[in-house]
């Protein structure tokens, strides 16, 4: 079995468009949330959203590459830029070498939307365009990405709810180390809109604390009352260790583990026992025990239920050992497809640079997060390892643990 | 609309839509070899075409278009029988 590290990583996020504005915001506790009056108007329980500028790929992307690419997937050329970029790996390496992506993203609304109101409107099909099929599957990141960057190898998109991106990343990891790939583009891409969030906002899972935007995500806290809908684009490359080795390329963490489950119950309420199996999984193929994660970057999206019950599950593994837990959604919002795929990378940064990220908002603890060592303020510490938690609706279940390279 | 103003208006768009190099445009050219237009820019030059010149293109009458002389032809004739 082939050992698989991360050797680049970009961000498309919230709370910064590139890792140096990231890294400075998950130290200074920066808040990505606004009120986005346009979701009132239309009719929407909570207006509440990160938000992050499109990007302006005109200049950048010839006109073909640009007419098939929704948002999300702007944000994803960006992050990939960025990540190939920060993990030197350039067009004379993928010409020789078969690089694969495997990117995590699980709805195109908008873009559904776009082209059904021209055909209402028009009432011909020939008025859509070119783009928009290519804009509206759920693989649109990865089929739009592999022919802007010419990937040669492993090509698809993981569709797992709020766990894509983290999935996307374990998927990689095992392909790698199977030795079936040396090199594998993974992330997470979430559209930031108010078509694609619309349904979500029915189920009243949103926080309508929009007198305060940057205090209504707030998991773990006792006032905690639902989650903040956020967006952007998260790449991490995935490397064998040997390859890494050889192009002499920066590691920044080895991926040690991959765990999942089922709760094979709910649509979406979530429990305890399937978050327990999935990162005693991941723990198991880490060949490590609790006491050897400093850090848990949790799942913790600020909704009454869903932090309870992962508080209990953390508690369960970890209550002996009781390492730093936080959850970057109080910052960012929950990224959703994009989420398993950022919070690597975020958990990376502090890793690289001895911090864990304050976990905002956490003003008072209830019964179970009471029992958690929840960090409410920039710590400065080592982290020689973490593990990264990412559930979904369906009850599917992702953990990751990542550690720093010990030779 | 006369000819000139309907040929200065589709190289207008060939340009701004299709992003085509201007440089490139000249009646001789040929919309695959010379242009880049392929199938799919096609696609999009129907809902141009529509949304500047009021009329639909079909699909069946582009056979027969191969150089961008035979594509002013084409539209001149089209807004004509309008």
Known sequence: MKRVVITGMGIYSVIGKNLGEVKNSLYEGKSGIIFDPVRKEMGFRSALTGMVERPVLKGILDRRMRVGLPVQGEYAYLATIEALKNARIDAAFME?????ILYGNDSSALPVVESVDILRKKKDTMMIGSGYIFQSMNSTV?????VIFKFRGINFTISGACASGSHAIGIGYLVIRQGLQKVIVCGGAQEI???STASFDALNAFSTRESEPQKASRPFDRDRDGLVPSGGAATVILESYESAVRRGATILGEVAGYGFSSNGEHISLPNVDGPVAAMKLSLKEAGMDASGIDYINAHATSTP?????EAIAIDQIFGKSRPLVSSTKSMTGHEMWMGGASEIVYSTLMMNHHFVAPNLNFDNPDKATARLNIASSTIPCEIRAFLSNSFGFG?????LVIRKING | MQNEEIIKRINQLLIEEIEIDEVQISPAADLKKDLGIDSLDFVDLFVIIENNFGFKMKAEEMSDIKKLDDFYNYVIRRVHSN
């Open chain 1, 96 to 100: 020789k070498n078969a690089v694969g």
């Open chain 1, 142 to 146: 990865s089929m739009n990405l592999s």
């Open chain 1, 193 to 195: 809109n108010p078509e």
């Open chain 1, 305 to 309: 239920a869903g932090d309870e019950n």
């Open chain 1, 395 to 399: 009850g599917t279940n992702s953990s």
